[in-house]
């Protein structure tokens, strides 16, 4: 209220605001030691006890990271074999067509490859359940070749339109999957 009635129109005027500032000044400086006084000691704790339960966690995070890429890396071979063997059978039933259309029959039977069925989305244990989630990540490759529209400071409109399967001139997009775990 005093600040806010103040006047200044002098030079007298100033010196008087500057006895006040400086004390202003002061009592902010005192009262910020005397916070520090009491958060340092709380600050510090926090600090100790973060650490303590990060030599917990750290080693719990790594066996997760291992973890899920072992799987994830399973996955990944489990369908690569199995489009694999479906491209196999695709090309014996082809060459079986192209036989029939040269001879009007097959000399040797086609014998397809058995394809191993994908694997599951979601596995469930007395434990917990863990299932899969297909994300999008893009990296715009040509930032001339972008259009105007999608040339925006975020990536917020990028990710919509790949997620809804556009196509941008100068992005590459992909999916990754990764885990989902509950306990």
Known sequence: EYADSRIIQSPEDIKRATDDLALISNLKKAI??????????????????????KQ???????????????????????????????RINRLREEAAQAEM???????????????????????????GALGTAKTWHFEVMDFAALPEQYKVANDVKIRKAVIAGVSIPGVRAWQEESLRVKG
């Open 32 to 53: 910020d030691e005397r916070r520090k006084e009491y958060t340092s000691p709380i600050k510090q704790y926090l600090q100790e006890v973060n650490d303590a339960f």
């Open 101 to 127: 259309r040269l001879k009007g029959e097959l000399t040797e039977p086609v014998n397809l490859v058995p394809v191993a069925q994908k694997a599951p989305s979601v596995y469930r244990t007395e434990a």
């Open 56 to 86: 917990f966690g750290t080693p719990l995070d790594e066996a997760d990271t291992i973890t899920r890429g072992k799987i994830l890396a399973y996955r990944s071979e489990q369908e690569r074999i199995r489009q694999e063997q479906d």
